[in-house]
Nanobody, 123 residues
């Protein structure tokens, strides 16, 4: 059974930065892609970023491109989301997710989900 645990959320002022972490247990992350999603109050969950098993391929939503960076440390079985220049509209619960294969994009089916971490950006 795969378990994903997010951390690093919090309250930050607009223009600030946060780094989210997603630690995996139950499987070795190094063979699988990973993704980040978010869900704001009253809105549907949306794709944020994804990274392939090697880290060699990434995909970003247009709304975060140039501000967010997804990365991974396979030795630590952890994936990160560095969020810079945060805006109030980035406020949401952020989830990490894992597909069953090595590739992860916005269109990949994701089978495993964490519980989420709250990010709140004040104006």
């Amino acid at each position: 059974q795969v378990q994903l645990v997010e951390s690093g959320g919090g309250l930050v002022q607009a223009g600030g930065s946060l780094r989210l972490s997603c630690a995996a247990s139950g499987r070795t992350l190094s063979r699988y892609g990973m993704g980040w999603f978010r869900q704001a109050p009253g809105k549907e969950r949306e794709f944020v970023a994804a990274i392939s098993w090697s880290g060699g391929s990434t995909d970003y939503a247009d709304s975060v491109k140039g501000r967010f960076t997804i990365s991974r440390d396979n030795a630590k079985n952890t994936v990160y989301l560095q969020m810079n220049s945060l805006k109030p509209e980035d406020t949401a619960v952020y989830y990490c997710a894992a597909p069953k294969g090595p590739i992860a994009t916005r269109a990949t089916p994701y089978d495993y989900w964490g519980q989420g971490t709250q990010v709140t950006v004040s104006s």
